[in-house]
């Protein structure tokens, strides 16, 4: 008898895929389709990276499988521009943040082993984590305390024998939040005083508002031994389709398993080498990072303004990244965001979001939650509010309670 492998039957389908085919359906029924469910900008990609991708030679060849010497040289430069001191052979060119999370996970974690990671968390980690036969060990964090970590003992509390790495996104997706310099030496004091690996995804770190200081895993001292960086060129430059990122340590021993990965799969993409070292090299890059940083503040203060005057919704305001996790009056997300897909528009407008239990790993958290991103212009936001807010008015599983005031500052 045939029989997938336990690993694909555990594989998680992702929520913020997973409605795509009602999302089509209304479209071809006519309605506008607002997508607020997975980040994928509406920003012209920048035209450096465009540039450089073009510079590719006749033949589209396999490169070095740690990168071309340029592309690994121009993050280093990147990074020293964030104060952080990879030099290029510390890095390892990758296809996208994913695959830097699959060597990471990889090169730490045997079958069984633990990873902790505060939720709600980005859903693919734990689709990663299953992949590589690791299980992921939630820290959980609340929206009304603004979804950062209540303490160092709460972080120690999760940690058991099987206990090999943590994770951390900074700035948060799917929260938004940004991580204080507190939270970040409570885990570098954790992970040294347990011997535990440390993985720090920072594919967010220009996207941080309201003159909140960002600081990397890597302005800490002491973490040379236990620290990976995972990182991703997608979302600041709005390059998501072209699939390149990094995987970075100080530790000469995970760099060697990382070149052995990158060995297994050949090479990253090539065309995008190029576009990456384009795009990292020109100084015009920076000026168009900060409008668009500027822009995306934007789009943040007219969603949560507009879902605070949504009677019974919850959320926090997000300080960095372009998500939010919101509450809303419903018993079921999921129902509710299928529902507003297949059976509801308004003025033949409607909305997709991400439903945001698989945002968590505890059992039977997130159910009355969802993800949204804003990524979209100023004016699609308000009307995805609209149809947002008359949604769950028409809504027959919409609760009747009093609205709960969303945190203002």
């Known amino acids: 008898m045939f029989s997938l492998s336990k690993r694909a039957k555990l594989l998680p389908v992702s929520p913020i895929r997973r409605l795509a085919p009602l999302a089509t359906a209304a479209a071809r029924a006519g309605k506008t389709v607002y997508y607020l469910n997975i980040g994928q900008p509406d920003i012209e990609t920048f035209p450096a990276f465009m540039r450089g991708a073009a510079k590719v030679p006749k ?38 943040a994913s695959e830097a999370l699959s060597f990471a996970m990889l090169s730490l974690c045997d079958p069984g082993d633990e990873i902790l990671i505060p939720e709600p968390f980005y859903a693919i980690y734990k689709s990663y984590a299953t992949i590589n036969d690791a299980v992921v060990k939630p820290i959980t964090t609340y929206a009304e305390e603004g979804f950062h970590i ?4 709460a972080i120690e509390s999760q940690i058991t024998p099987r206990t090999k790495a943590m994770l951390i996104c900074n700035p948060s997706n799917p929260t938004g939040t940004v991580y204080t310099l507190e939270e970040m030496k409570w885990f570098r004091d954790v992970a040294v005083k347990h011997g535990l ?22 302005h800490l001292d002491g973490i040379e031994e236990c620290a990976i960086m995972v990182d991703s060129i997608s979302k600041r430059f709005s390059a998501c389709g072209a699939r390149i990122g990094c995987v970075a340590s100080y ?25 990456l070292v384009e795009v990292l090299n020109d100084p015009q890059t920076d000026v168009e990072l900060d409008n668009m940083v500027a822009r995306f ?10 879902l605070k005057d949504i009677p019974g919704v ?6 960095g990244a372009f998500y939010v996790v919101a509450k809303l009056p419903v018993e ?34 997130g159910k009355d939650e969802v993800r949204i991103a804003y990524v979209l212009n100023r004016d699609d936001l308000k009307k995805s509010l609209q149809v947002l807010k008359a949604a769950l008015e028409a809504y027959p599983g919409t609760k009747v309670q009093t609205a709960v005031k969303s945190e203002a500052s």
């Open 251 to 275: 530790n000469p021993d995970i760099i060697d398993v990382f070149t052995k990965y990158g060995q297994a799969r050949l090479s990253p993409p090539a065309m995008s080498e190029y576009g």
């Open 332 to 365: 079921s997300s999921e129902d509710f965001c299928s529902w507003i897909l297949s059976d509801f528009d308004l003025d033949g407008q409607t909305v997709m979001m991400a439903p945001a239990a698989d945002f968590y790993a505890t059992s039977g958290l």
């Open 197 to 218: 690996f440390l993985i720090a995804d920072e594919v967010y770190r220009e996207f941080v508002y309201d003159g909140r200081e960002y600081f990397s895993l890597f």
């Open 297 to 306: 503040k934007a789009r943040r203060d007219v969603l949560y303004e507009g």
């Open 314 to 319: 919850l959320c926090h305001k997000p300080r």
């Open 150 to 153: 209540p303490s160092k003992e």
């Open 59 to 96: 033949i589209v060849a396999y490169s070095p499988s740690q990168g071309i010497s340029e592309a690994r040289l121009a993050w280093s430069n990147y990074y020293k521009r964030h104060n952080i001191n990879f030099t290029p052979q510390q890095i390892t060119v990758t296809t996208g």
